[in-house]
């Protein structure tokens, strides 16, 4: 069982996994940090209010506060990471596209055999266009010799019959 598990933990996508939520958590505290420490004071200074948004809340009664302040820091939290894995996706999918088309381009020899072969699909519709022309040419030329062997026999034939 414990082979099994450490087969498990080193396959690749497991180990990209786990770097993943690691980067992700390190990458979450410093969002956290822009918000509060940057974020929250310039929007604090522009309303007025306290340097924390924490802070800023809605009192109905004593016992019923509503955090808006707290729910605007996971807002710009949220909206911040969104926009950086965004920004990533991007990134990636822009070197993968690259690559693609450099891969495209790399290969002379796949190039060079698309090229043959269409020279010989070419060759080939030629070929069968001549194929019809010179059939066309050989039933005429029977036909041409048919009737000539025809009005032969029929010359022969009134011939025979005048004498």
Do not use: H
Not at 42 to 62: C, E, H, N, P
Not at 74 to 89: G, R
Not at 131 to 146: G, M, P
């Amino acid at each position: 069982m414990l082979s099994e598990f450490k087969a498990f933990i080193m396959r690749g996508n497991v180990l990209d996994l786990a770097v993943g939520v690691i980067i992700g958590g390190a990458f979450t505290g410093l969002v956290k940090s822009l918000t509060t420490n940057l974020i929250g004071p310039i929007i604090a200074f522009a309303t007025g209010g306290t340097t924390d948004l924490d802070q800023l809340q809605l009192v109905i009664t004593k016992t019923l506060t509503f955090k808006y302040g707290a729910f605007l820091n996971d807002v710009i939290n949220f909206l911040i990471t969104a926009f950086v894995v965004f920004l990533i996706v991007k990134f990636i999918n822009r070197l993968f596209k690259a690559n693609k088309q450099e891969e495209a381009k790399a290969n002379p020899e796949l190039e060079i055999l698309t090229e043959i072969r269409d020279l010989l699909d070419a060759e080939k519709r030629l070929n069968k266009k001549r194929s019809s022309n010179l059939n066309f040419f050989f039933i005429y030329r029977i036909a041409f010799s048919a009737s000539s062997i025809c009005s032969k026999i029929i010359f022969w034939l009134s011939a025979c019959s005048r004498s």
